[in-house]
Nanobody, 125 residues
Framework: VQLQASGGGLVQAGGSLRLSCAAS????????MGWFRQAPGKGREFVAG????????VYPDSVKGRFTIARDNAKNTVYLQMNSLKPEDTAVYYC???????????????????WGQGTLVTVSS
């Protein structure tokens, strides 16, 4: 599946952004979708995931309560609503797709086979 992420930009601390990731070329509803981010000089970090069946969501503690992942299977799109943004949220955000993921593997980047190109989010203090 091909993925196209969008919605990044510059926002002040405390503000909000919504990222979108449009999928094409596959059966979107069958994929578990994830969002990851990579800050300058750091490794790629899991941000949120949503499973294909039942829509179970997974978040790390660093974003829990601030970020929300959602999917619209009719539009082949997954969203990441980011509220109460902090300067440490600054990163390139990537969406990813994987199939047949068990719950415990949703947070692992190795579980995902298709990746979008990334969209830059900059949070100023």
């Amino acid at each position: 599946v091909q993925l196209q992420a969008s919605g990044g930009g510059l926002v002040q601390a405390g503000g909000s952004l919504r990222l979108s990731c449009a999928a094409s070329g596959g059966t979107f509803s069958s994929y578990t979708m994830g969002w990851f981010r990579q800050a300058p000089g750091k490794g790629r970090e899991f941000v949120a995931g949503i499973r294909s069946r039942g829509g179970t969501t997974v978040y790390p503690d660093s974003v829990k309560g601030r970020f929300t992942i959602a999917r619209d299977n009719a539009k082949n799109t997954v969203y990441l609503q980011m509220n109460s943004l902090k300067p440490e949220d600054t990163a390139v955000y990537y969406c990813a797709a994987g199939r047949n993921l068990i719950l415990s593997s949703v947070s692992s980047q190795n579980s995902y086979v298709d990746w979008g190109q990334g969209t830059l989010v900059t949070v100023s203090s």
